[in-house]
């Protein structure tokens, strides 16, 4: 049954799709930054697709708040504008959420967070399942939400800083480079390109076939974040066979 005009999906749902995706990819590097000098070019970023059971940031920030009414004890250092970043990626996940979940008309809806320092990636993940079924006006209320989210978490993650590297092997170059010539070595790079787009590039000794790369910038594969959590697929599935063939011989 074709559901009705004002309900098919198009390309902006498939867009909003994949930047809720992108957001729960970068969430682990987010959850990383709160410990200061952690991420922000002091290391590289993780695009991670795996769910970790339980983070320990929790028990940290009960810690340290438990620290502001015990002055003997030191307290654990947070960066607290990342710790306010978390909290409202979670606040627009669920209201994201929300507001898909009833346009799409499911019956029975995610309960909301436990606290206001609860994972996003349920709520991040279900909405972006559902926004096919969801009308344009919803969309169209939803996409200037994500996009500030995203922009923000991109300032936080200093992923707009040119050359941040990201903690993957490239499937296709399996990371070899002139600086790593015999490959595994981290080739991607992100890059703030024209148009406030930001972008991985590999920079390894890569050619990618044409159906894997989003497009090409000054000769180099690249990949817009809509595309990460794709991209975070194909690196840890080659991760994974590369695994095995370790094993194998
Ligand atoms: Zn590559």
């Known amino acids: 049954m074709r559901p009705p005009p004002d309900r098919e999906p198009g390309p902006l749902a498939d867009r909003l799709a994949a930047e809720l995706d ?8 987010i959850v990383e930054a709160r410990v200061p000098g952690s991420a922000r070019r002091t ?28 002055p003997g004890e030191a307290p654990v250092p947070i960066e607290l504008d990342i710790v306010d970043l978390m909290t409202d990626v979670l606040a627009d996940a669920v209201m994201l959420y929300d507001a898909v979940a009833e346009a799409a008309g499911v019956a029975e809806p995610l309960p909301p967070p436990s606290s206001g320092l609860a994972d996003p990636r349920p709520y991040l993940g279900a909405a972006a399942f559902r926004l096919d079924r969801v009308d344009r006006q919803t969309l169209a209320w939803a996409a200037p939400i994500l996009r500030g989210l995203t922009a923000r ?15 993957a092997v490239c499937p296709w170059c399996h990371g070899l480079s002139p600086q790593s010539p015999t490959g595994g070595g981290y080739t991607w790079k992100v890059h703030a390109l024209p148009g406030d787009q930001i972008a991985i590039l590999c920079w390894g000794l890569c050619e990618p076939p044409l159906r894997d790369v989003g497009t090409w910038w000054r000769g180099k594969p690249c990949w817009p974040m809509q595309q990460w959590a794709w991209l975070a697929r194909q690196a840890a599935a080659a991760e994974q066979r590369r695994a095995r063939t370790r094993r194998a011989s």
């Open 22 to 29: 992108a957001l729960t990819v970068l969430w682990p590097a």
């Open 43 to 70: 290391r590289a970023v993780e695009l991670s697709v795996q769910a970790r059971e339980e983070l320990d940031w929790l028990a940290r920030m009960e810690r340290h708040e438990r620290a502001d009414v015990a």
């Open 153 to 167: 978490v991109a300032r936080a993650l200093a992923l707009a800083d040119d050359g941040q590297v990201v903690a």
